[in-house]
């Protein structure tokens, strides 16, 4: 049979079924999407997990006024040694340009978790490992800031003595959306989780790709949001410093727990792959 009719046959049959009213065979999932699909569910519940967590107890560790005033104050006598305490400065630069204070409210509304999760997506995607690492660390950091914020509560800047004016709850009302006041704790300044995750996410990207363009926009996410904290009266200086430190802290052990199982993994692999001699090679004697 030619390649002509070889073909001729071929459309002859699929035109049979097709005018057969059979339905189509639904294919299966293979033993490897299966696989993906287990190795997967386990990252995002986790994820899940830590975020309403996180929501959770930060909302339920909301401490007295006075204690986060005290703290605060602490706070700002630290920065006025360390010669840190720019905030009414710098916002006083910014407060009266309606278009630039605009901008800085979106960045600190929806430059951060909605851009995290498209982050965190895109790493389970196509980066794995990574993935792991990011969320990982964001674990670790997080558990570390809401320990901070319970014995530690720090009223922010804009609502302590200094004058300065609360621009994203004056200005907007879409961040009581994606964050409600019944799982926002007003007292949990230090450290700024909304910096060191920020900055966990460059610190994905980077790892990720060579390329230019995203490399330069994750520096810009990072470097857009430390300043945006301190300019809409949300974090002082230190605070945002203190989620860097907690959000390297957190990357790094992350490596080292991921290049420690991936050692094992090799070792384990390797004996598998090469046992070792049995009594017998090793005498010189036959079994």
Not at 42 to 48: A, D, K, Q, Y
Not at 229 to 253: F, R
């Amino acid at each position: 049979m030619n390649i002509v009719a070889l073909c001729a046959h071929r459309a002859r049959y699929m035109v049979s079924k097709a005018l057969s009213g059979r339905s189509p065979r639904v294919s299966r999932p293979t033993a490897a999407s299966s696989r993906i699909a287990l190795r997967i569910a386990p990252r995002i519940g986790i994820v899940l997990a830590a975020v309403i967590g996180y929501f959770g107890v930060r909302g339920l560790t909301d401490s007295s006024q006075a204690k986060a005033l005290r703290n605060a104050a602490h706070v700002e006598a630290a920065e006025r040694v360390l010669h840190l305490d720019w905030e009414p400065q710098l916002q006083s630069l910014v407060v009266n340009d309606q278009a630039i204070t605009r901008l800085l409210n979106w960045i600190y509304i929806y430059g951060h978790w909605p851009v995290i999760a498209l982050i965190l997506i895109w790493l389970l995607s196509r980066h794995p490992a990574l993935f792991s690492r990011a969320a990982g660390a964001m674990l670790l950091s997080g558990s570390a800031g809401l320990i901070a914020f319970a014995a530690f509560p720090v009223a922010p800047p804009r609502l302590a003595a200094l004058g300065m004016t609360d621009t994203v709850t004056e200005q907007s009302s879409a961040y009581r959306v994606l964050q409600p006041s019944a799982f926002t704790n007003q007292y949990a300044a230090m450290p700024s989780l909304h910096v060191g995750w920020n900055l966990l996410m460059t610190l994905a990207i980077l790892a990720a790709t060579r390329k230019i363009w995203l490399r330069v926009l994750a520096v810009a996410l990072t470097m857009s949001m430390d300043a945006t904290v301190v300019l809409t009266a949300n974090h002082y200086v230190l605070d945002a410093l203190a989620g860097v430190v907690l959000a390297e802290l957190g990357w790094y052990a992350m490596g080292r727990l991921q290049n420690r199982a991936r050692r094992q993994q090799r070792t384990t692999t390797r004996d598998t792959n090469h046992p070792a001699p049995s009594v017998f090679v090793l005498t010189g004697q036959r079994g």
